[in-house]
């Protein structure tokens, strides 16, 4: 069996971290976002994995030789030349998917999307169903945001409606699909969207079903979201594997904490937290629903909230940021400095408080 993840364009809604690396590079829950879905995949049979790529494929080389020896699976590029939309990467890596696949099948991810991956009840349903694709759906409290898609009692898509006013579904396309290899040739080579002129004659053809997602679902493409699916995978850890998280007197709710991390015990960290390697977090500091990556350095009597502090940053004693502000990699914050829902690109230095929401320090 094999799988086609759709790694894409050049992350700019999660800039500034996406200065330094891909998108599916950059840490969720302290290991690459990729490696979530590579996980999963491997755990449910998947031998062969292909990257549908346009941006920076040298800068991921060396990391997908790294995830190949580590979950001893094939990883492949399939590169773009122009933007084919959600559908032209899987006819572009048609000859990839279909050699030596005699199951016939193919998993599709987007490489924004983090949830529990059940993809082994993706797998059997599919196969009960016995027709092309099936959707993983997600069910939203507010489907007016979105476009819904409407179902029979077994799960045959019928349509998609898209932002309806009344309420008609509330369930919506997560980005995660199973098809047979025959709906390949469905796609012209040139820029095709899969949502809006594959699915609709799919289900129109009776070859469309839906499966109810199991679990919590995000798409963490943004620097918002990312910080909400770090809320998300916190609790599922709680459920499922309570004990990766850390403990302590110093401890508020879900917190990830790797263990090379130095956190002082007159720290407060938590609730929805991550810690990632090396880090330093010293006497006095107070962390709430935020991130650090590898290497960060909070000093003294720092308050941090609803934050992403880059690889290698430095954060003085006294400081305050929130606002969902993202320091990019190696930023470095001088003491007593207040930070409100900024942006701040990787190498710089910050001397001055900056109380303008959605500052962009270049």
């Known amino acids: 069996m094999k799988a086609l993840i759709l790694v894409g364009g ?12 891909p998108k599916p590079l950059v840490e969720f829950a302290n290991k690459p976002i990729l490696m979530h879905q590579i996980e999963a995949l491997v755990k449910v049979g998947v031998q062969e994995i292909i990257l549908a790529i346009n941006y920076q494929p ?10 190949q020896d580590l979950y001893k699976v094939k990883i492949i590029c399939s590169q773009e030349t122009e933007p ?44 009960q169903h016995n027709h092309e694709g099936t ?14 898609i409407l179902a029979d009692e077994n799960g045959r898509i019928k349509d ?19 098809f047979n290899i025959s709906m390949i040739d469905r796609i012209p080579l040139k820029p095709t969207s899969i949502e809006r002129e594959i699915f609709p004659i799919m289900a129109k053809e009776g070859q469309l079903y839906q499966y109810i997602l199991p679990g919590f679902w995000k798409d963490v493409g943004q620097p918002k979201d990312y910080l909400a699916g770090t809320v998300l995978i916190l609790e599922s850890y709680r459920t499922h594997t309570p004990d990766t998280l850390a403990k302590g007197n110093n ?7 790797d263990t ?10 938590g609730p929805n937290v991550i810690i990632g390697p090396d880090c330093q977090v010293k006497e006095g500091v107070r962390l709430k629903n935020c991130v650090l990556l590898k290497g960060a350095i909070i000093n003294a009597n720092t308050w941090i909230n609803e934050s992403i502090i880059g690889w290698s940053s430095t954060v003085g004693k006294w400081v305050r940021i929130e606002g969902v502000s993202v320091l990019g990699e190696d930023v470095q914050v001088k003491d007593e400095v207040f930070i409100n829902q900024s942006f701040i690109l990787p190498h710089r230095g910050i001397t001055n408080n900056i109380y303008n929401k959605n500052t962009v320090i270049m």
């Open 10 to 21: 050049y992350g700019t809604r999660l800039r500034p971290l996406t200065f330094k690396c």
């Open 58 to 67: 040298d800068t991921m080389k060396d990391q997908i030789n790294k995830l």
């Open 84 to 127: 084919l939309g959600t559908a032209g990467p899987i006819r572009l890596a048609k000859d990839h998917i279909i050699k030596d696949n005699p199951d016939g099948l193919f998993f599709v991810l987007n490489s924004d999307i983090i949830c529990e991956f059940p993809l082994d009840k993706l797998l059997q349903f599919h196969k």
């Open 135 to 148: 959707i993983f759906v997600n069910e939203v409290d507010d489907p007016s945001k979105y476009g819904v």
């Open 160 to 178: 998609f409606i898209e932002k309806p006013q009344e309420f008609i579904s509330n369930k919506i396309n997560s980005g995660l699909y199973l």
């Open 251 to 257: 401890i508020v709710g879900n917190v990830l904490i």
């Open 260 to 269: 090379s991390a130095q956190i002082d015990p007159n720290a407060v960290i």
